[in-house]
Every structure is written in C-alpha cells, then in structure tokens.
C-alpha cells in the first residue's frame, strides 16, 4: 500500500513540473500558440500560406522587372544605332532643305550647260522644284544669299528635245503656270519660242521662272542628294 501511495506522489509531482516550465514552454518557443477555436487556427495558417505566396510573387516580379529593363535598353540602344544610321547631311557650301540640298554658286556665269557640267562635278545637277513648297525653298535661298535683283539663276529645266515640251533634268515633265512661271509683257512664260529653251530665275521678276537662251551667262543653283551616314 505504501509502494502505491508513493508511486501515485511521484506521478503527480511530475505532471506538475512538466506544466510549470518544462515541456509547455519548449512548445510555446517553437509553434503558434494554438487557439482553443480552431477556426482560428485555421485562419492563422491560411494567412501565413498568403504571405509566403505574396513573398514569392514579389520576388518574381523583381526578376521580370530586371529582364523587362534589360529588354527596353537594348531597344533603346537599338534605335539609337538605326536613327544614327539614317541621318542625313549636305556636302559643305549646300544647304539642306527637307530632302535636298542646294547651293547657288554665286561667284561664276556660265551658260546652261556649262552650269550643268559645274552642278555634275559635285554630284548633283541644276536644281529642279517638284512642287511649290521646293520652289519657295529655293526661291528663299536664293533672295537669302544677297545676289543682286537683277541676277539670273540656271535652273534645271528646258525644252531642247522637243520645243513646248518643258523637261526638268530628270526627264520628268515641269509644271507650268502659277506659281512656278513668271510673266513678260503681262503673258506668262514660257514664251520664247525656238530661241528661249533654258529655265531661269529671273531676278528682276522675284526669282520667278522664264525662260531665256541656253547660251545666257548665269549663276548655277546646284542640288544634291543628303548623304546618309
Ligand atoms: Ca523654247
């Protein structure tokens, strides 16, 4: 009887010591606190389930972050290089106007085609106006250079083949009337007949096309194409 009584003592005294400080703490350091509502524990592992989740979606987005980066810069550095590539420039002593260059060689009259030869040997030919804007840029550059308003310019247009049959240099066929031709006597040019088969800028007349004899001395309005780099 005795044996029992003490066995039962020490069986108490042991659970007593494991509740005071012994296993429960070791428990509490290392686990949640368990909740006596499991629903909330539930809800406690839902969470951090979330968070890790949100941690690692962070992570990857920093990773597509930095590759999408990596991406845009070698786009950039890309159109960098293609629009160097495409840049355009005139030669020296030409003017770039939108897609062309010009230079009116002031200092020399020649006859037409003898201005033809000055224009080929720097690459280009006498100057041809498409439309009216290319005329008004030439026109500008021209009354801009401080030649004298009774100068005459070759431009780069006749009508040598074929009389009446106005060519620029190209072989494209040139406009007529407003606002490329100018007017002598009150009628508008061309009108010379056989004897006027060179275009001109006639100074006297605002720079406006005439037509005169190709064996007029005259100053060359070159053109050239941009140069690509
Ligand atoms: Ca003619």
Known sequence: MRVVVAFLWAMAWAVWALEE????SLYDQHFPPLHPNCTQSLTDLLL???ELQLRELKEVEQ??????KEILTDIRSFLTRNRTSTEASCPSNFRKF????LYLHKDTDLTWEGARLFCQNLGGDLAVFRDANALAEALAYTKGSGLSS???VWAGGSDIA???EWKWVTGEDMPRGTPFWGDFNYIR???GAPGENCAILHGPDGFLMHDAPCTWKCKPLCQIKQIKH
């Open 162 to 164: 074929v009389e009446g």
């Open 63 to 68: 990773v597509s972050a930095e590759i999408l």
């Open 98 to 101: 939108g897609e062309t260059c």
């Open 189 to 191: 040019e061309p009108v």
């Open 150 to 152: 009774s100068a005459n």
């Open 48 to 50: 951090l389930r979330q």
């Open 21 to 24: 400080g012994g296993v429960g």
